[in-house]
């Protein structure tokens, strides 16, 4: 028989299954072994080195395999394993699956959650202030001071001339106001005592620079140095309404030995201080429409969201940021009608909402270091006095605050006006009366 270069193996049961048949060939080739039965069996074994020296002492171990169908095993397959099955077969490869598509269908959710998280971030996230005097910012109409850090304070003057005066007052508006809005002293009770009175825009405010880092100490230190850049002299007298009104303890504690007398009117009260019984704040709490606990809780817990939570459509938010009359006593509205005077409204808020109202919600109802509740005397020898205001049907600065930290604080002379609301310091005769007391006692 002539070979063609091919690897014969016979299949006729006569031979001998496991003996290895080596054709000759004109050049070497893969070698080829017969096999029978399962390949995992010890007696099986085939050496590559000595294929002549398998046993057939061996193969009469198994005799129900002598006769299995031989299979021709290449020499670069034999060192590698083959799965067989328990009845000595060679199990099928099995098909390698298909990546599917959840794979990659797990990614959109989560480029759609990285889309809806950057644009609830973007909500969140005021705009930034258009800051007076500056390109694309409100133009600066009045005078204003240079602060120590930069910033500008926009002021106004009243009275008689300053270097006339007998008594120099520093008023510090309230919440959504601006210089203009200081109390109005008669021209007849100024020129009698010999009043000058200065009102400046708090920061964030009409023409004043914002203070993204105000804080409840900081602006004290701005009464301070406009004091001296105005050249007041060592001391002189306080008057704050509303916002301002809380103000006033920040400077009783930071620069008492400045100041020759104090009146504090309507005062915001902060609910967290230190020192207010549980029954006094709640109470205080539940005077407030729902929506303006909804606005302080916000801005005391979560002051990052206060933007948002006060310009956003959803619900109801700050009923005095939206003028909601829900909030003024009887008193009140009667007294509503003064405010036609006020053509200067539109630049209370011109530099931005958030820092002008929303600044001063975060650090009024903010996480004080201190409490007004635990201040000692500012004035151990009596050398000036702190006169505290407060009308009883107040419904946007609930009385209740006030008239405890009264019975707290000895030191403070308490007025409360039983029918008046919160804007009682515009009603006619109140500023002549607020002032007199001041500067002359109680008479």
């Not at 809005?181 to 020129?191: H, I």
Request: charged share 20%; aromatic share 10%; with cysteine.
């Amino acid at each position: 028989m002539q070979f063609s270069g091919e690897v014969v193996v016979t299949t006729l049961r006569e031979l001998n299954p496991c003996v290895f048949l080596r054709p000759a060939l004109p050049r070497p080739r893969p070698r080829a072994y017969i096999v029978t039965g399962a390949a995992s069996c010890p007696c099986h074994t085939v050496s590559q080195s000595h294929p002549s020296e398998y046993s057939p002492t061996q193969q009469r171990q198994h005799p129900a395999r002598d006769h299995a169908t031989p299979r021709v095993v290449s020499m670069s397959d034999s060192g590698k394993k083959r799965p067989a099955s328990a009845n000595g077969t060679e199990k099928k490869a099995q098909p390698t699956t298909k990546p599917t598509s959840s794979g990659t269908s797990g990614i959109f959710p989560r480029i759609a959650l990285v889309v809806l998280v950057a644009l609830l971030y973007r909500q969140l996230q005021p705009p930034a202030p258009k800051i007076c005097g500056t390109p694309g910012g409100p133009p600066v109409t009045g005078p204003r001071v240079q602060l120590k850090d930069g910033r500008h304070l926009a002021y106004h003057e009243f009275g008689v001339p300053k270097d006339q005066a007998k008594h120099k007052i520093i008023f510090v508006h309230g919440f959504d106001s601006c210089r203009y809005d200081a109390v109005q002293v008669s021209p007849e009770l100024a020129k009698e005592l010999g009043i000058y009175l200065l009102s400046f825009d708090r920061p964030g405010y009409g023409e004043s620079d914002p203070h993204p880092g105000r804080t409840e100490d900081s602006i004290a230190f701005d009464i301070e140095q406009l004091a001296d850049i105005m050249q007041l002299g060592p001391k002189f007298y306080l008057i704050g309404f509303s916002m301002g009104g809380e103000i006033m303890w920040s400077c009783l504690k930071n620069i008492p030995h400045r100041l020759a007398g104090v009146s504090i009117l309507g005062p915001v009260g902060n609910f967290w201080w230190s020192g207010y019984p549980a029954n006094v704040s709640t109470a205080a709490w539940y005077v407030q429409l729902p929506q303006d606990q909804w606005a302080v809780r916000v801005a005391h817990h979560a002051p990052w969201l206060a933007y948002w939570w006060n310009t956003q459509k959803f619900f109801p938010a700050s009923s005095v940021i939206s003028f909601n009359p829900a909030i003024l006593s009887p008193e009140d509205m009667a007294i509503i009608p003064k405010f036609a005077f006020r053509t200067y409204a539109a630049q209370v808020r011109q530099q931005g909402k958030h820092e002008s109202l929303h600044r001063d919600m975060i650090v009024g109802f903010g996480k004080w270091k201190w409490s007004p509740l635990e201040m000692e005397n500012p004035f151990p020898a009596g050398e000036a006095a702190v006169h505290l205001w407060h009308g009883a049907e107040d419904l946007i600065v609930p009385v209740e605050l006030s008239r405890y930290i009264a019975q707290k604080l000895p030191w403070v002379r308490y007025h409360e006006l039983p029918t008046a609301g919160h804007l009682f310091p515009i009603a006619d005769g109140m500023a002549d009366r607020i002032v007199t007391s001041m500067l002359l006692g109680d008479q």
